[in-house]
Nanobody, 128 residues
């Protein structure tokens, strides 16, 4: 069983930056593929970024590519999402998720049903 806790959200002006953290406890987080998803008001939750089990591969949604960077520190059981050049369309509740179903070392999961464990989310609000 893996417990995930996101932090780092907040209010930022357009063009600003935030770094989200997802700290894990329990389970085998360091060997799990991890993803970041977000859900804006009245919209469905969507994939943002993912990192493979071995950390060697990352994948980003087109809407954040070039602005967001995902990384992991297995020694700290933590993954990060560095978000730069934020715009109001990035306003959402951001969730991290861990997968026990993705066995390939370099594969990144982009579907929600590939993930077993979810955090409670952290709110990011970008003002114009």
């Amino acid at each position: 069983q893996v417990q995930l806790a996101e932090s780092g959200g907040g209010l930022v002006q357009a063009g600003g930056s935030l770094r989200l953290s997802c700290a894990a406890s329990g389970g085998t987080f360091s060997r799990s593929a991890v993803g970041w998803f977000r859900q804006a008001p009245e919209k469905e939750r969507e994939f943002v970024a993912g990192i493979s089990r071995n950390g060697g591969n990352t994948y980003y949604a087109e809407s954040v590519k070039g602005r967001f960077t995902m990384s992991r520190d297995n020694a700290k059981n933590t993954v990060y999402l560095q978000m730069n050049s934020l715009n109001p369309e990035d306003t959402a509740n951001y969730y991290c998720a861990a997968s026990t179903r993705i066995w390939e070392g370099l594969r990144v999961g982009v579907r929600q049903d590939e993930y077993d464990y979810w955090g409670q989310g952290t709110q990011v609000t970008v003002s114009s």
